[in-house]
């Protein structure tokens, strides 16, 4: 995923903000336990004595200090307020996009380079795009609320297989009841079968449903960092990142269903005699199986 600048600095800020609890060293003079404010340009933690020199040099005066006992809140406000500057006239904010080259620029590389061409301000391409992004985030919700329903879907499958375990166990018994006397090694058979079956489907589907989790997992970060960029997202990030924010969004939405709900999940025994009939000596009971769902609904019918 690639690296998203404002999250970078809120981060940086925000765990600034809550190591002063530890009591940081100032980064230019080194003083111990001294920082109490950080420079939003210089990303670097003052003391008292060096914000006064900060704030008297003059290729430094202008930049912007605040106290690293702000709150969080206050924390996400300033990492707003840091600015992106051009890469070719490193003392100039990003202002504008060049549709034609697509890149951003300070207002000087506009006039020299990309007069003519088709641009615009960063905060009306970044709003365009973040009216794209919510439809991204429609979309991956749907495919969250999807994966959870499967989720939700084989838990209660789970359910319904160790029911049917229980209840194909109870049949055999009832069956033994009537042939005690012949079958006791059969039923014994039957009943490790029951539980095998049981065991291997059971590991199959938890192993399905550990696969979707995390899936579902990555997607409910990717669905988070798309909120955190629609929400917070300089103009800058949005214009570099959304394209390809968009495309993960598509390639997520395509992903196929991994669960297959028709597969065997019920355990079946099959009783060879009635209950009540007398016992003819046969060692042979019934015999256990795995079947679909479907399967069941269509004998309930």
């Known amino acids: 995923m690639p690296k998203n600048i404002f999250i970078t600095q809120t981060v940086e800020l925000k765990r600034l903000s809550s190591a002063m609890a530890e009591e940081m060293a100032c980064e230019v003079c080194e003083k111990p336990a001294s920082a109490v404010k950080m420079c939003t340009t210089c990303i670097q933690r003052l003391c008292e004595a060096c914000c006064k020199s900060h704030e008297k040099i003059r290729t430094t005066r202008t930049h912007r200090l605040f106290s690293l006992r702000r709150s969080s809140e206050e924390s996400d406000e300033v990492a707003k307020m840091m600015r992106t500057y051009c890469k070719e006239h490193d003392e100039r904010i990003v202002e504008m996009y060049c549709n034609k080259c697509e890149e951003v620029m300070c207002l000087l590389c506009h006039a020299l380079k990309h007069c003519g061409h088709d641009c615009l301000h960063v905060d009306k391409v970044a709003e365009m795009l973040r009216q794209k992004m919510e439809e991204d985030i429609r979309v991956v919700t749907s495919v969250v609320n999807r994966d959870n329903g499967q989720i939700a879907q084989i838990d209660k499958e789970l359910e319904m297989l160790e029911n049917s375990r229980i209840t194909a166990k109870a049949e055999i018994a009832k069956c033994?009841?009537?042939?005690?006397?012949?079958?006791?090694?059969?039923?014994?058979?039957?009943?490790?079968?029951?539980?095998?079956?049981?065991?291997?489907?059971?590991?199959?589907?938890?192993?399905?449903?550990?696969?979707?989790?995390?899936?579902?997992?990555?997607?409910?970060?990717?669905?988070?960092?798309?909120?955190?960029?629609?929400?917070?997202?300089?103009s800058v990030d949005m214009v570099r990142d959304a394209g390809k924010l968009h495309a993960r969004a598509n390639d997520i939405d395509q992903q196929p269903t991994v669960h297959d709900g028709n597969q065997a999940q019920y355990i079946k025994f099959n009783s060879y005699f009635s209950v009540g009939m007398t016992c003819n000596g046969s060692a042979e009971v019934g015999n256990i199986s795995l079947a679909s769902t479907r399967q069941l609904k269509k004998k309930q019918r």
Request: proline share 0%; glycine share 4%.
């Open 176 to 234: 033994v009841e009537a042939l005690k006397a012949n079958i006791e090694e059969k039923a014994k058979e039957l009943n490790a079968k029951a539980d095998r079956l049981a065991k291997e489907r059971k590991q199959e589907i938890e192993k399905t449903r550990a696969e979707i989790q995390k899936s579902a997992a990555l997607k409910q970060g990717f669905h988070n960092y798309l909120r955190e960029m629609h929400k917070n997202g300089t």
